[in-house]
């Protein structure tokens, strides 16, 4: 059973720091890309970063130069670093893998538990 598991969530104060991180574990064969969306109440649940296994990044406009994205391809782990944070960055984080099980055939989209991210003073 391939699952995700999240950490790092919590409150920190705007212009703070925080780094969440998310560990896939189960019957994994090859992991094509790893990356970060959000939700608020109300609103579509939109993406923040993605990283293929290659390395290739992509941001949301809002999170450019204020958050990074990286992998630990060898432990099947996504880091999420975000500095510089804003009040409208207070959203709920997803973990998502694009990946392949060890008895699959194809591609498969799995989620994290979600990690709520409160920016407040």
């Known amino acids: 059973q391939v699952r995700l598991v999240e950490s790092g969530g919590g409150l920190v104060q705007p212009g703070g720091s925080l780094r969440l991180s998310c560990a896939a574990s189960g019957s994994i064969f090859s992991i094509n890309a790893m990356g970060w969306f959000r939700q608020v109440p109300g609103e579509q649940r939109e993406l923040v970063a993605v990283?293929?296994?290659?390395?290739?990044?992509n941001y949301a406009d809002s999170v450019k130069g204020r958050f990074t994205i990286s992998r630990d391809n060898a432990k099947n782990k996504v880091y999420l670093q975000m500095d510089s944070l804003k009040p409208e960055d207070t959203a709920v984080y997803y973990c998502?893998?694009?990946?392949?099980?060890?008895?699959?055939?194809?591609?498969?989209?799995?989620w994290g538990q979600g990690s709520l991210v409160t920016v407040s003073s």
């Open positions: 998502n893998a694009n990946l392949i099980s060890s008895l699959g055939y194809r591609y498969l989209e799995y």
């Open positions: 990283i293929t296994s290659g390395g290739n990044t």
